[in-house]
DNA sequence: TTGTATGCGTTATCAA
DNA sequence: TTGATAACGCATACAA
């Protein structure tokens, strides 16, 4: 049975088992074609039959590539994190590499981290999900021959790889939805300014209102922070305006807010769609649940992941195929990825509106048809 | 600034740049105690101020200890995963630690992945998390020297260290509460019976009704398979009975058939908890948002991931404690953390029954108050 | 096509 | 206390 399991083995022990040189063995390994084919199988058959995994850090040590993809993430239980690791797994078992996965909260200096991680050269490229504060120093490493891909909403993708989504278009699409149901006065709580998207996602609202007619309602223009709180502090200011200064509709930046939104208007006895229709942002997994469940606009995470650390590899192989391999890890001021660092791919993956109770469009005579579908 | 970043110098640049030699260098990174303190402060000083990192493949390879944990999880997108791996990684941010994550998806074949981490020899310990058929094989690298923590609820734990719940303790205690709210016809919905968990929330129901006077009716038993699909189809079941069959009450074997009961429930205009009362198991994120939010027993999950993870980094501890570092990797037939491999711990942590509105206690009278909390 | 020899960056042994 | 040097396991330039 090969069942040995024991790693004990080093390539000296296989070359003597099947009665080569280590340079032979070292040569099977890494599929060198100038090795004899039946040779090869020879080899290969004692690899397999001990079970034979070369020691990665010798490898690596030797200038070896190594299997091991970083990546820099925020705590996985941000609500988007667990779709789009599932992606990015799912995606690396088919390849050979693996993860390190390096989690960022709050205790510890990010950047710190992030040296930490590229000095200890064991990565053959780097994925960085969410990095915050990190974005030049990460552009900057890019820049100096680090495969890398980041997954952002905040900074503006520049200078790197990035994949994320079209936030006007989404947001645009939104509040179409929101007009299509008859809505003219649709309000907006919006992120935090310094966030990227939700400057994209205020004007494609902007654009989906100015193009039915509507000049945007700077009264109807509300300040939240991507949190619950920021939701429910933007939904008590609206509910304590006069009833006819309310909007009928609401795009609101993320569904996190829209989750405090929705407890608020319960809590005040606003029925929803009725009193006032709700669309959200992102579709994480608590939006089908919410009372009413919210429409919402699916951001693909599982598929974003996917993408990017498809991107990730492609990359590293490119890199592979340029640079003698040996000198690939002494690349001073190598450029590798030529064609990827002069100009950087930015993939926006399509997202697709979501449509539930919260914002239905009622018609008066309907009202008391809770059946009804529309 | 201390922004170099680049990990381009080695042990012997640093050496070269505080005139002393390489050895010294490592001395001092390695707090070697045996270097003069002045000595130690000028070599301490060049590293910062070059901010350098030691290669980790050169570092292993030399017989040194890696900082990498293994961790061999499921898809992240389980429903207990993300608060797991927060627990694992709020704590290994304290630590010098990084995790290396192996995501085991349905695709390849575990066994060998399970052998390719070990066999590349980069961890210093591993972290199993519900790893299904592989506890067996576990048990074996463990009783050979790994140190290894198992989160699972599928086998029995035995022959290596374990974190997980009381199972029969906190089912008795969901079935205590039902029988607290009235009810003596309660019904339970279990999981597959090859889950040892199953078995023991089974025999926690039954102990909880045999106290109450109660034998526990096989009518009433329904074999789900933890997934949303069992809690509809038994729910469907148990439904198509005649009213006076129906159970007043059911505990859930987990929250997720829980989501699939109260679907169909819904749907039929079965009102919970006025016609049926219901408790779940797990707390998953969904559970406070159902309609109606469900009473559920909360699984203290980060803690586990905190706490297994602690545990390991204590037997890593004290296998480097006894066994001389350069041996450490050369044990063959040594056995490192002795005392934990005579009698693995296996750490028991408190669960929270969590009540919600679906199995509030309805006292007739108290029908037409929404709002009554209790 | 294959084998020999060297070096990768670190730790640890042995002398000094 | 410090320095020189031999591993560690592998990849590769070079020689055969």
Redesign the interface.
């Known amino acids: 049975m090969p069942g040995e ?4 083995l080093t390539i000296q022990d296989i070359a003597r088992l099947a009665g080569v040189s280590k340079a032979t063995v070292s040569r099977v390994l890494n599929r060198n074609p100038s090795v004899d084919p039946l040779l090869a199988e020879r080899v290969t058959k004692v690899v397999q039959e001990h ?8 490898t ?2 030797a200038g070896g590539r190594t299997q ?1 993809i970083g ?1 820099l993430a925020p ?3 941000w609500p988007a ?3 789009i ?2 992606g990015v ?2 995606y ?3 390849s050979p590499y ?8 709050s ?2 200096n990010h950047a710190d981290v992030l ?8 990565i053959s490229g780097l994925l960085a999900i969410f990095p915050g504060g990190l974005a030049s ?1 990460l552009a ?2 890019f820049q ?1 021959g680090l495969p890398l891909v980041m997954i952002d909403d905040q900074e503006e993708p520049d200078g790197m790889p990035w994949v994320g989504i079209d936030n006007p278009t989404s947001a645009y699409e939104a509040t179409r939805h929101l007009l299509a149901c008859g809505h003219t006065r649709i309000a907006h709580i919006q992120g935090p300014t310094n966030y990227h998207c939700t400057l994209e996602r205020y004007q494609g609202y902007c654009r989906a209102l100015r193009e039915a007619g509507i000049e945007p309602d700077p009264d109807l223009l509300l300040q939240g922070n991507f949190e619950q709180s920021g939701g429910r502090h933007c939904a008590s200011v609206l509910f304590a305006r006069d009833r006819e200064r309310w909007p009928s509709a609401i795009f609101i930046g993320n569904d996190e807010m829209a989750y405090g939104f929705l407890e608020v208007a319960q809590e005040l006895g606003v029925r929803i769609p009725e009193d006032i229709a709700v669309v959200g942002f992102d579709d994480y ?2 939006s089908a ?3 009413p469940p919210l429409t919402t606009v699916r951001q693909p995470f ?1 598929n974003i992941g996917r993408t990017a650390i498809e991107l990730l590899l492609t990359m590293i192989d490119r890199m592979n195929e340029k640079q003698p391999p040996k000198d690939g890890r002494q690349t ?1 001021g190598g450029v590798p990825t030529q064609d990827f660092v002069v100009d950087p791919p930015c993939i926006q993956l399509a997202t697709t509106l979501v449509q539930r109770a919260s914002s239905r469009l009622v018609l008066p005579a309907a009202r008391n048809q809770p059946g009804s579908n529309l």
Chains 1, 2 share one sequence.
């Open positions: 399991t024991q790693g004990r079970n034979f995994v070369p020691n990665i850090t010798a690596v040590l091991l990546v705590p996985l239980n994190m667990p779709e690791m599932r797994a799912e690396l078992e088919g693996e993860i390190v996965l390096y989690c960022i909260g205790q510890r040296n930490r991680i590229l000095a200890m050269r064991m120093q900057t490493h100096q997994v608590i649940h919410t009372t599982s001073a």
